[in-house]
């Protein structure tokens, strides 16, 4: 397999695919004029936008509502030099109308952390691309 052949570049539906089999990726965005990368459970919402759930006070929330923002996740399996990344960029919004709201806490993420209150961050799914690498092996 040539260097070349060990990347393809993955389509959107497969993209969404391989993102619904993963229960954590990661936001990255804006912190006080710097880049940061926040770990995040999540799910994939009817319409492909990502979901978080979040507190209301969280950072997170403050930094991203309303910006462009990034979502990656991935699966690598070092013992084949083989895995996937997917990342969706678009715009993050608080979902704000209650009876959106109401859908999201019977169908969306739950956070890992105990959260008194919830708060649900929506990332568009404006773009989303993935590459897969399959069986590289060393010294390519």
Avoid: K
């Amino acid at each position: 397999m040539s260097r070349n052949d060990a990347f393809r570049a993955l389509g959107r539906q497969e993209c969404l695919r391989l993102l619904a089999g993963v229960p954590v990726g990661r936001v990255i965005y804006t912190r006080q004029a710097l880049p940061a990368v926040l770990p995040v459970n999540f799910s994939l919402d009817t319409d492909a936008s990502v979901l978080l759930a979040t507190s209301p006070g969280s950072d997170l929330v403050r930094a991203v509502d309303g910006t462009v923002v990034a979502f990656e996740a991935d699966e690598f399996r070092a013992e084949t030099r083989s895995g996937w990344s997917v990342i969706v960029t678009g715009r993050a919004t608080v979902v704000t109308d209650p009876a959106e709201h109401e859908r999201l806490v019977r169908t969306g993420p739950a956070s890992w952390m105990p959260l008194r209150e919830t708060v649900f961050v929506r990332i568009e799914a404006e773009m989303v691309t993935g590459r897969e690498l399959r069986g590289a092996t060393a010294g390519q």
